[in-house]
């Protein structure tokens, strides 16, 4: 994903994200022949629900749904890149940088 993909996806809605997304898996869905009705079953998600996210209309569609439809089309390894592993960097506090005072003495 380039830059200019990512500020796309910024200036989107959540509702617009979750729409392309639902378009994303319907895409996937019909490329490994699978039909609402096959996907439903192996999720066990409802054919109803998986229409209204494959059709832009559940922004709301659950989590574990979501892990359920990226199990389904073999994706699961997807997931963890939502939320990658934090670095280190993250967890170490910045050393604030220490005050040297000149003596009277000194210019």
Sequence with gaps: MNNLELQDLYSKSNH???AEL???FRKYRI???LTQKDVAEKSG?????????????????????FIAL???IGQMERIVEAIP???DS????????????RKKNEE
Excluded: W
């Design 16 to 18: 617009e994200v979750a």
């Design 85 to 87: 592993e934090i670095p």
């Design 31 to 33: 490329a490994l022949r």
């Design 70 to 72: 990226l199990r389904v």
């Design 45 to 65: 998600i409802s054919v109803i629900t998986l229409g209204r996210f494959e059709g832009g209309h559940a922004s709301s569609i659950s989590l574990a749904h």
């Design 22 to 24: 639902g378009d994303r």
């Design 90 to 101: 993250l967890y170490k506090k910045p050393q604030s940088a220490r005050r040297v005072r």
